[in-house]
């Protein structure tokens, strides 16, 4: 969707939004909008029990000049805060996206100067964001299923909202390609696909690609991620995105994503009923992959490394086998108890090579890792765990401020002691319990001293089985926003 930005609306402009905050009816400025046709919507708004609640929206269509019809909507903002405008933002596009309206303008002089430059900003985000669609495969769209909107008009905004519409315009671009990764199905991407995706999306934008493939790997004794990859046919990649922001020099941090970019749970097959959902299983590198392409495209001034462990999980005959050792990178044995729990596998080695090539400070990795999280926390919160505290409260923020919420979970050396193995370094999976802790206690233990190190389980977020304030139903982005504002709260001077 395209956005612009006006100082007054179009005299000929037939659909019209006005942001109305919380119990302000009566304090909406209507503009050139005549008494009575103020009123009729007015009547509209009360009949519908409309008070200006975030993302409410009312329609009507009232008399314009020269006997011409205006659409007219109201939408809530709330008390209008950022997340509110988001909120309603996204609201605005929903109801119209399938129409047959094809542009509207949103007049923010109706509030009177409430809404800052950055909540109107996160309003045009939210309507772009809840724009994106797949619909690539689908040959027979009835035309009234089909996208008509394309144009979103600000007219009335704050000084510094265009400008802060460029940043904000950046992670929306980031979300469509996150969006696009776990959205597409497994035949279409897969390791090599991803990294040829990506690759080609990200071109011209001042990023640094690299790729190593299973040859180059096996040299530097992954043997870890190569063990999850060994059972398919597609060969795994590790793709190396870099951003120097700040010039030249070692990253002050990393992204390290699982692209898992099918699960079948291996030997230890999972369930027929939904496994189709597994090809989202690759959701922690779509989300670095996305947050990367942000942060060029707004030209972010820090130095940032991501790197996304590529496989596909598959019951081959040369597949792991429970009870198999493999050989990590970094030199610890573990032993395999479950070929399902592949995705740490695929990180630890990941996390390992980033370390010994790059030496960050600071690691974030993001993994749709265990379906426990799921359980402890359903599709609300992504799942935080970190072994430096200000780290945690730094994310927690930026989750906070983004709207990718976090909740912060222990780490413990009665947790870790859980998955120690009697033939082995460690086992990779633990007891039922604390299934979500054990996996991170795992990963933990290939942290190097002095490197804060935070763990984010995104398992219930990358995928939505109902709409959201800024996505309609299945892939969400989660995991971009919440990056790109870690990183311009924290690594940005």
Not at 77 to 101: P, Y
Not at 165 to 175: I, S
Request: hydrophobic share 45%; proline share 4%; charged share 20%.
């Amino acid at each position: 969707m395209h956005i612009e930005f006006s100082v007054t609306p179009a005299a000929d402009a037939s659909v019209l939004a006005l942001p109305v905050s919380k119990d302000g009816l009566d304090r909406v400025a209507f503009g050139a909008i005549d008494a009575a046709a103020q009123a009729l919507a007015l009547g509209a708004a009360r009949a519908a029990r409309f008070d200006g609640e975030a993302g409410a929206v009312v329609d009507a269509f009232i008399p314009a000049s020269g006997g011409a019809v205006l659409h007219l909507l109201l939408v809530g903002i709330g008390n209008g805060s950022e997340a509110d405008h988001e909120r309603a933002g996204g609201a605005l596009t929903a109801r119209l996206l399938t129409s047959g309206v094809t542009a509207v303008t949103a007049d923010f002089s109706a509030l009177g100067g409430v809404s800052s430059s950055q909540a109107v900003a996160r309003f045009a985000g939210a309507a772009v964001a809840r724009a994106w669609r797949i619909d690539t495969y689908r040959t027979r769209l009835p035309e009234k299923q089909k996208p008509t909107l394309k144009a979103l008009t600000i007219a009335g905004a704050p000084d510094g909202a265009a400008a802060a519409w460029q940043a904000q315009h950046a992670v929306t671009e980031g979300l469509a390609l996150t969006r696009t990764l776990v959205a597409e199905p497994p035949n279409v991407i897969y390791p090599v696909s991803f990294v040829e995706r990506v690759t080609a999306d990200l071109d011209g934008l001042g990023l640094e690609i690299s790729v190593l493939g299973e040859a180059e790997m096996a040299a530097l004794g992954m043997g870890a991620l190569l063990g999850v990859s060994q059972g398919s046919v597609r060969e795994g990649q590790l793709l190396v995105i870099k951003w120097n922001g700040k010039g030249p020099g070692d990253p002050d941090l990393a992204l390290v994503g699982k692209g898992v970019t099918f699960d079948t749970g291996g030997i230890s097959l999972k369930p027929g009923p939904g496994m189709e959902d597994m090809k989202w299983d690759m959701g922690g590198a779509g989300a670095v992959a996305g947050a990367m392409k942000a942060l060029a495209l707004r030209k972010a001034k820090a130095n940032v490394i991501g790197v996304c462990g590529l496989v596909e999980n598959m019951p081959d005959g040369n597949a792991q086998r429970p009870g198999d050792v493999v050989t990590s990178m970094s030199g610890q044995t573990i032993e395999i108890l479950n070929t399902d729990a592949e995705g740490r596998l695929v990180l630890c080695d990941a996390l390992t090579w980033v370390q010994q090539n790059h030496r960050p400070k600071t690691i974030v990795d993001l993994a749709t890792l265990t379906g426990a999280m799921i359980i402890s926390l359903g599709n609300e919160h992504g799942g935080l765990f970190a072994n430096d505290d200000g780290l945690a409260d730094q994310l927690l923020a930026a989750g906070r401020s983004s709207g990718d919420l976090l909740w912060r979970f222990p780490l413990s050396d009665a947790y870790n002691k859980l998955i120690d193995s009697p033939i082995a370094d460690m086992k990779n999976v633990g007891p039922r319990g604390a299934g979500s802790i054990t996996a991170a206690q795992f990963l933990q233990r290939f942290i190097d001293k002095g490197v804060r190190w935070a763990h984010l389980d995104i398992a219930g977020m990358v995928w939505a089985d109902k709409p959201g304030a800024t996505f309609d139903k299945g892939a969400t982005g989660y995991g971009v926003r919440l990056l790109d504002r870690f990183v311009a709260d924290n690594f940005e001077a």
